[in-house]
């Protein structure tokens, strides 16, 4: 399964909330399937496929999503395990994150 860095941080944390009841469909169901067998991609992923600001395979955020990705990059490589309070504390859903370890 190819998943965007950033994601290693939404997938466990979803809810069941989220742009649209076809998001949180697939959401719901990359989650179901999701394991450590992953490979890291910086680009739309699975995740991706049902969100409403991808578009034609590049986020309309996509400045914003790449720094995500950076940021996990960085903190995994350094051997840190990434949270959202420092990766991603302006995206808009951070309000459910932020107190789910």
């Given at each position: 399964?190819?998943?965007?860095?950033?994601?290693?941080?939404?997938?466990?944390?979803?809810?069941?909330k989220?742009?649209?009841?076809?998001?949180?469909?697939?959401?719901?169901?990359?989650?179901?399937?999701?394991?450590?067998?992953?490979?890291?991609?910086?680009?739309?992923?699975?995740?991706?496929?049902?969100?409403?600001?991808?578009?034609?395979?590049?986020?309309?955020?996509?400045?914003?999503?790449?720094?995500?990705?950076?940021?996990?990059?960085?903190?995994?490589?350094?051997?840190k395990?990434?949270?959202?309070?420092?990766?991603?504390?302006?995206?808009?859903?951070?309000?459910?994150?932020?107190?789910?370890?």
């Amino acid at each position: 399964m190819e998943i965007r860095y950033h994601h290693i941080l939404c997938l466990p944390r979803f809810q069941g909330k989220g742009y649209s009841a076809d998001f949180c469909k697939n959401m719901a169901n990359v989650k179901k399937r999701y394991n450590n067998e992953k490979s890291f991609v910086e680009r739309c992923d699975e995740v991706c496929a049902h969100c409403p600001n991808n578009k034609n395979g590049k986020c309309e955020e996509e400045e914003k999503v790449k720094s995500y990705d950076k940021k996990v990059k960085e903190l995994i490589s350094l051997g840190k395990k990434p949270t959202p309070k420092e990766v991603c504390s302006d995206c808009k859903w951070y309000y459910i994150c932020k107190n789910i370890e």
